[in-house]
């Protein structure tokens, strides 16, 4: 499998991911040759109120068979009903992507993915991913895909399933949004509900990781020819309205941060991550009720005892000059509740002008404090990030130690001034109210 390194939309996803492309080292200098020749995408000016992009960083699997939701329920965090197959003149639901995890033995996180039934899309273009029997598209990291299919066929023993490897050239992963048409009070329920299930050629799911995040799209080769490259052909394959702007992954994995939502095994390191930490309770990727899978007992042990120290958070990056800029005083009191979480395109780019980004793992330690680390950085684009962090440390001047990809062959000390600035996501309080009901 070939893996492009521009197709990673930041700098430091760029180098973690190519340092393990299919678990292969490359030499390090290689590595950063590419990254300080510019090969990382360039920042937006704007992310698009309505638009829509290929994830070229996400891949697929194919999963067919009679035995294929047992095989499923039995190794992932998610409840997977059986998907009974109907005529598609017949078909009167409409298909829900969901939204799961994969956990190791001692309930280490291994792979976040997307599950879409697709035994029923009618599209003749999804008859490939299709069977007799239960039929399933996993999407996973593109990274990790290799992987993850080899952890399946670890267990597939007797089960009546087939797997196999989706090329990138069958079918691609998109994602589109629409600010205009989200409702501040809309859930989750009315939005799958007013989604059409199969719109126009391409499947659509809503992505109920967050209210409004938008659409999880598949949209096979045969439907993304050159045939369909103009803006006006690929929007109608879609089916998307054609105010709907082409957008970049960059553009994607901002929005993304905007609303606090980690993904990929560079955001959520495998075997690392713990399930709760990750937020994957609260972006619906676990169901508490369902019987046993692979890794359940810390995972439900960790929810009765209510116990959650760390978690994911939206980070805001500044320094003294862009405090000054915002609010007119570079002190360190109550001027910093100003600052708010947005993507500011001229920030973002003051930021990388003034030197590298911070590798993943860098420590986030109080400014006046005594070295001792509060959160850990998990990569960013731009003045956005995620950041693992202690709930109980959310007040004071923050800021990032560690080390920064420079051009030699070593990473060195982060020299630049990075702030930081936590936030909790406004969505956490209906989903928290969700999982402690459990």
């Given at each position: 499998m070939t893996y492009v390194l521009n197709q990673y939309p930041t700098l430091h996803t760029c180098y973690r991911v190519s340092q393990q492309l299919g678990g292969v080292t490359l030499p390090t200098a290689f590595v950063r040759r590419h990254l300080s020749s510019g090969i990382v995408n360039d920042l937006p000016s704007a992310i698009?109120?309505?638009?829509?992009?290929?994830?070229?960083?996400?891949?697929?699997?194919s999963l067919t068979g009679r035995d294929a939701s047992r095989f499923l329920q039995g190794l992932t965090t998610a409840n997977i009903p059986p998907t009974s197959v109907a005529a598609p003149s017949t078909t009167a639901s409409k298909p829900t992507a969901i939204y799961s995890?994969?956990?190791?033995?001692?309930?280490?996180?291994?792979?976040?993915?997307?599950?879409?039934?697709?035994?029923?899309?009618?599209?003749?273009?999804?008859?490939?991913?299709?069977?007799?029997?239960?039929?399933?598209?996993?999407?996973?990291?593109?990274?990790?895909?290799?992987?993850?299919?080899?952890?399946?066929?670890?267990?597939?023993?007797r089960s009546k399933v087939?797997?196999?490897?989706?090329?990138?050239?069958?079918?691609?992963?998109?994602?589109?949004?629409?600010?205009?048409?989200?409702?501040?009070?809309a859930k989750e329920t009315d939005i799958a509900n007013k989604s059409d299930g199969y719109i126009r050629k391409a499947?659509?799911?809503?992505?109920?990781?967050?209210?409004?995040?938008?659409?999880r799209l598949l949209l096979p080769q045969t439907l993304d020819s050159p045939s369909n490259s103009s803006e006006a052909s690929r929007t109608a394959a879609l089916g998307l309205k054609n105010h709907s702007e082409h957008s970049t992954l960059?553009?994607?994995?901002?929005?993304?941060?905007?609303?606090?939502?980690?993904?990929?095994?560079?955001?959520?390191?495998?075997?690392?991550?713990?399930?709760?930490?990750?937020?994957?309770?609260?972006?619906?990727?676990?169901?508490?009720?369902?019987?046993?899978?692979?890794?359940?007992?810390?995972?439900?042990r960790t929810q009765h005892t209510g116990v959650v120290r760390k978690r994911i958070l939206p980070v805001l990056l500044y320094n003294n000059t862009i405090l000054a800029n915002r609010t007119g005083d570079t002190g360190s009191g109550n001027e910093k509740a100003s600052l708010d979480l947005e993507y500011n395109a001229s920030e973002a780019r003051s930021m990388k002008q003034q030197g590298p980004e911070p590798l993943p793992g860098a420590d986030i330690v109080k400014v006046d404090g005594k070295g001792r680390r509060i959160a850990k950085w998990m990569g960013g684009v731009g003045n956005l990030g995620l950041a693992l962090w202690r709930l109980e440390n959310m007040e004071g001047e923050f800021a990032?130690?560690?080390?920064?990809?420079?051009?030699?062959?070593?990473?060195?000390?982060?020299?630049?001034?990075?702030?930081?600035?936590?936030?909790?996501?406004?969505?956490?309080?209906?989903?928290?109210?969700?999982?402690?009901?459990?």
């Open positions: 698009p109120p309505a638009g829509h992009a290929r994830l070229t960083n996400r891949a697929l699997i995890a994969f956990l190791n033995a001692q309930g280490r996180l291994l792979y976040d993915v997307f599950i879409y039934p697709v035994t029923n899309i009618a599209q003749p273009e999804f008859s490939p991913f299709q069977s007799q029997d239960e039929s399933f598209l996993i999407e996973v990291d593109a990274t990790e895909q290799d992987r993850l299919f080899r952890w399946l066929k670890r267990y597939k023993l087939s797997l196999r490897v989706v090329n990138p050239e069958e079918c691609g992963v998109w994602s589109s949004w629409d600010d205009a048409e989200s409702s501040p009070t499947a659509n799911f809503p992505d109920l990781r967050a209210p409004e995040l938008g659409q960059t553009q994607y994995t901002i929005r993304r941060y905007l609303y606090g939502v980690p993904e990929g095994q560079a955001e959520l390191p495998r075997e690392t991550a713990l399930l709760q930490e990750s937020c994957i309770d609260y972006m619906g990727g676990v169901d508490f009720r369902k019987g046993c899978y692979v890794g359940q007992e810390l995972v439900i990032i130690k560690g080390e920064a990809l420079e051009s030699g062959n070593t990473p060195e000390a982060l020299t630049r001034e990075v702030k930081v600035k936590p936030f909790v996501p406004k969505w956490w309080n209906e989903r928290k109210r969700s999982t402690s009901s459990v």
